[in-house]
């Protein structure tokens, strides 16, 4: 007889795009001017923790490289897109991601931190990974898309990974891509953190196949 407790919990591709799409509910604020980072910064400090993620314009080539391109930093209700490769590491910026009062939430930040720092060298503090997180409620999953969709029921749509994100100018569907994945951790962390999550309850429960 298998254990009711031994299990983990998963969704399959064909269940994930099944789903309905989701969007950010919230306001998004483009930053490609240094005038405007220290005012952003200022909002950003104040919600104590925020969503987390970077976009990098998609290499096709064998040894080719592309810098950071866009920092997402999102709120609640409101998403900055730094636009790096534009405004580089300003100072505000640098310092918030090194501020450990402030705690940032992102899924495979050890990428991110190694792709910042070919920007300007960077000593991340308060940040917060997912990925080591769900693990703890029985969520084998690891992609961000996947965890979302166990835990709320809708897909984050790709579509825009691969496009270019050092165009002059980011379309509404780049801005609400990126906007999306930022804040995309922030809810996560959010509900796992506030307990209401049960994995008991979660319908997606994978048993080991019997020996």
Same mark, same amino acid.
């Given at each position: 007889?298998?254990?009711? !407790?031994?299990?983990?919990?998963?969704? /399959?591709?064909?269940?994930?795009?099944?789903?309905?799409?989701?969007?950010?509910?919230?306001?998004?604020? &483009?930053?490609?001017?240094? *005038?405007?980072?220290? /005012?952003?910064?200022?909002? &950003?400090?104040?919600?104590?923790?925020?969503?987390?993620?970077?976009?990098?314009?998609?290499?096709?080539?064998?040894?080719?490289?592309?810098?950071?391109?866009?920092?997402?930093?999102?709120?609640?209700?409101?998403?900055?897109?730094?636009?790096?490769?534009?405004?580089?590491?300003?100072?505000?910026?640098?310092?918030?991601?090194?501020?450990? /009062?402030?705690?940032?939430?992102? =899924?495979?930040?050890?990428?991110?931190?190694?792709?910042?720092?070919?920007?300007?060298?960077?000593?991340?503090?308060?940040?917060?990974?997912?990925?080591?997180?769900?693990?703890?409620? @029985?969520? *084998?999953?690891?992609? &961000?898309?996947?965890?979302?969709?166990? =835990?709320?029921? +809708?897909?984050?749509?790709?579509?825009?990974?691969?496009?270019?994100? +050092?165009?002059? +100018?980011?379309?509404?569907?780049?801005?609400?891509?990126?906007?999306?994945?930022?804040?995309?951790?922030? @809810?996560?962390? !959010?509900?796992?953190? %506030?307990?209401?999550?049960?994995?008991?309850? %979660?319908?997606?429960?994978?048993?080991?196949?019997?020996?």
């Amino acid at each position: 007889m298998s254990d009711p !407790n031994n299990y983990k919990i998963g969704i /399959s591709k064909q269940e994930l795009g099944q789903l309905p799409a989701a969007h950010f509910p919230g306001a998004i604020q &483009l930053i490609d001017k240094p *005038e405007d980072v220290a /005012s952003a910064v200022d909002e &950003l400090r104040k919600a104590r923790v925020i969503g987390f993620d970077t976009e990098t314009r998609p290499a096709f080539q064998k040894g080719q490289y592309h810098s950071v391109a866009l920092l997402q930093l999102s709120t609640e209700s409101r998403c900055f897109l730094f636009r790096l490769n534009i405004l580089g590491m300003q100072d505000e910026i640098r310092d918030l991601l090194e501020d450990p /009062s402030v705690k940032k939430i992102g =899924l495979s930040t050890h990428d991110d931190f190694h792709n910042l720092n070919r920007i300007k060298r960077i000593t991340p503090a308060g940040f917060f990974e997912l990925q080591e997180y769900v693990g703890s409620f @029985k969520i *084998e999953d690891r992609s &961000l898309s996947k965890i979302y969709a166990l =835990l709320f029921g +809708e897909r984050i749509s790709k579509g825009q990974r691969l496009t270019n994100w +050092e165009a002059p +100018e980011l379309s509404p569907h780049q801005q609400a891509y990126a906007a999306l994945d930022a804040y995309a951790c922030l @809810k996560i962390y !959010n509900y796992l953190k %506030s307990g209401n999550f049960n994995p008991q309850d %979660s319908t997606h429960k994978i048993y080991p196949s019997l020996q």
